[in-house]
């Protein structure tokens, strides 16, 4: 039998849904998501400020 | 709020390029950013502007925020602020003079897309410059540039010049994509040899020769990866001497104090 090669559903969403939308949509879109995100702030700092 | 921080740096007549996270959102290449990065035109006038609208919307330094001043804004090193919003929500405002790995400001700024959002109508930085600047240190990046890559051979098709191609080669990070482009254009595999990359090499072996295919497959991906590491490092090679004069800098007590509304204007 053929092995069925698993592909993430996440990379399946960016390429098949979001890419659709207008640009305009998809940051309203990623906007409504960041509300619904608790540790921004901690997010941020590791991202801008990297331990060494 | 942000709707508001855009259309004064509109009025203002600021010189800026949304960059990073957002534009990647905005192209469709990524989902989500916390923050928003923009790239300031490196002139006092343009960041004078720019402190002029943080102060009016009541903006504070967040931390290691080095001095603003125009050599160290040139520099490369980046400037942090915090913005309070309704319902106790607050939002990120990175900014630079001079992002890593790109030409300088009017160049970019002349290649700029401009979208229309609920935020305004907002100049944002090239997909080809977008890529550079996310070369990052940070392995989610990767995945993201072959994402922009992929938007950009979509908007290209079906008049994919050579030289796009070397462009489309030269910064795919995902093995599948680079099987696609060899796989299904003539033109893509022409380039192959003269951009010297061992994993497009590896990949066109693997079409040519099918019984070793997986074998191809498994090298270029291990090149891939190898790849990826070193732009990785050359990206820590970049940061150091920037976050090495931020530890002096801040040694010396001369950092911007955290929570402080930003000067009048840089020196």
């Given at each position: 039998m053929k092995e069925k090669k698993s592909v993430p559903i996440f990379q399946t969403y960016q390429r098949e849904i979001w890419v659709k939308f207008t640009p305009a949509q998809r940051l309203k879109r990623s906007w409504e998501l960041r509300k619904r995100i608790k540790n921004l702030k901690e997010i941020h700092d590791k991202k801008i400020f990297p331990s060494p | 709020m942000i709707k508001r921080f855009f259309q004064a740096l509109n009025s203002e007549g600021v010189l800026y390029l949304l960059i990073s996270g957002q534009a990647t959102v905005l192209y469709g290449a990524a989902t989500f950013s916390e923050d928003i990065d923009i790239w300031v035109n490196p002139t006092p006038q343009d960041w004078n502007k720019l402190l002029k609208v943080i102060r009016r919307l009541k903006g504070k330094v967040y931390k290691l925020t080095p001095p603003l001043?125009?050599?160290?804004?040139?520099?490369?090193?980046?400037?942090?602020?915090?913005?309070?919003?309704?319902?106790?929500?607050?939002?990120?405002?990175?900014?630079?003079?001079?992002?890593?790995?790109?030409?300088?400001?009017?160049?970019?700024?002349?290649?700029?897309?401009?979208?229309?959002?609920?935020?305004?109508?907002?100049?944002?930085i090239g997909i080809r410059e977008l890529v550079e600047i996310k070369k990052t240190r940070r392995l989610e990046d990767y995945p993201v540039i072959s994402n922009l890559v992929r938007i950009e051979y979509n908007n290209l098709h079906p008049s994919v010049s050579s030289q796009d191609w070397e462009w489309i080669l030269k910064n795919t990070f995902e093995i599948e994509d680079v099987i696609y482009y060899l796989s299904n254009h003539r033109r893509a595999r022409a380039v192959v040899d003269s951009l010297k990359r061992k994993c497009l090499t590896f990949v066109n072996k693997a079409l040519i020769e099918k019984r070793k295919k997986e074998f191809y497959i498994k090298e270029a991906s291990k090149q891939i990866a190898l790849e990826i590491e070193e732009l990785r490092e050359k990206d820590r090679v970049y940061w150091r001497p920037i976050i090495e004069e931020l530890r002096r800098l801040k040694k010396r007590g001369e950092l911007l104090p955290e929570n402080d509304t930003p000067p009048l204007s840089v020196c």
């Open positions: - | 001043r125009m050599d160290l804004i040139r520099k490369g090193h980046g400037y942090h602020f915090q913005f309070q919003q309704r319902g106790n929500l607050e939002w990120f405002l990175d900014v630079m003079g001079k992002p890593p790995r790109v030409g300088d400001f009017i160049s970019a700024f002349k290649k700029a897309v401009y979208h229309r959002t609920e935020w305004g109508r907002i100049p944002v």
